[in-house]
């Protein structure tokens, strides 16, 4: 297998999980997709280190699953705290910024 | 076609029609099984690459604690398909359509910058991803990112509690 199989997949995606992001208005499903997303860097990630022979990228994979891990953690209380306000998980009803 | 072929096209078919599947399915539920199949696929591309201890984290890790978690908090909040919300039809229109866009712009850009691809074939060879390489490169050269990721833990942890906690309680605290 050469690199750029493993290029066009993570590619696929990461553009199923900017789609994703686009299209749903359930803010779990989003964070969900942004998931999706770090997982296809990880995978492009180990294809490379493969590819060089350097360990160093696997490494970054590992540090960027404990980043997803914590990140996780807080944004699910985010999500928890804000249904327990507004009951409902609409990302629509959440623009008063906007205002 | 050799098995490793062959392994490599059912696996990416089956993490591409998995990550479709999150997307486009209306029960919530559902998604988040189908995110934990891409999970699975995702890990099984690290085995054929002999990652295999990152192919034990990530089902450990995203399969085992995260998506657990996703699920906990979507049955906590007894979400269900008919409580979707949906966007309208255009702006669905114009999602899939700026995503394959992105998808377009950046195959354009990686068919001129002619990747060189004299490095090592990737296969199932190679040591680098065994738990023993890892720990050393880990312990040796990163050793203070490691302990920052565990500081960096314990504020997420606190981090969770506080902002998870009732609302009354924090007023008098």
Redesign the interface.
């Known amino acids: 297998m050469s690199i750029q199989y493993y290029l066009f997949l993570s590619l696929a995606l990461f553009a199923i999980g900017v789609m994703g992001v686009l299209m749903r208005r359930n803010a779990i499903i989003v964070f969900m997709c942004i998931e999706l997303m770090l997982n296809a860097v990880n995978l492009l990630m180990v294809a490379f280190s493969k590819m060089m022979g350097n360990s160093d990228a696997q490494i970054f994979v590992f540090f960027i699953m404990v980043v997803a891990a914590a990140e996780v953690a807080v944004g699910l209380a985010i999500i928890v705290m804000m249904y327990r306000k507004v009951h409902s998980v609409d990302i629509n009803i959440l623009n008063r910024l906007k205002h | 076609m050799s098995l490793?072929?062959i392994l490599?096209y059912f696996l990416?078919l089956m993490?591409?029609g998995c990550?479709?599947g999150?997307?486009l399915s209306r029960n919530?539920v559902k998604?988040?099984l189908f995110?934990i199949a891409?999970?699975f696929a995702?890990s099984g591309?690290?085995v054929l690459?002999?990652?295999q201890?990152?192919a034990i984290?990530?089902i450990i890790?995203?399969a085992g604690?995260?998506m657990v978690?996703?699920l906990f908090?979507?049955m906590?909040?007894n979400?269900n398909a008919d409580a979707?919300?949906?966007?309208s039809r255009l702006?669905?229109f114009?999602?899939?359509l700026?995503?394959?866009a992105?998808?377009l712009v950046?195959?354009a850009a990686?068919k001129t910058a002619g990747?060189h691809?004299e490095?090592?074939?990737?296969?199932g060879s190679?040591e680098?991803?065994l738990i023993h390489?890892?720990g050393q490169?880990?312990f040796r050269?990163?050793v203070l990112?490691f302990e920052v990721?565990s500081v960096?833990?314990l504020?997420?942890?606190i981090?969770?509690?506080v902002?998870?906690k009732k609302?009354e309680a924090k007023s008098e605290a």
């Not at chain 2, 979707?84 to 966007?87: D, V």
């Not at chain 2, 490095?119 to 296969?123: E, F, L, S, Y």
């Open positions: 490793h072929e490599f990416s993490a591409l990550a479709l999150v997307i919530p998604s988040v995110l891409t999970f995702i591309h690290y690459m002999n990652a201890f990152l984290v990530n890790v995203y604690a995260i978690l996703f908090v979507i906590l909040m979400l979707e919300p949906q966007k702006v669905q114009a999602a899939v700026s995503g394959g992105l998808f950046i195959i990686l990747i691809t490095g090592n074939k990737i296969d190679g680098i991803g390489n890892l490169v880990l050269e990163y990112p990721s960096l833990f504020s997420a942890m981090g969770a509690m902002i998870g609302e």
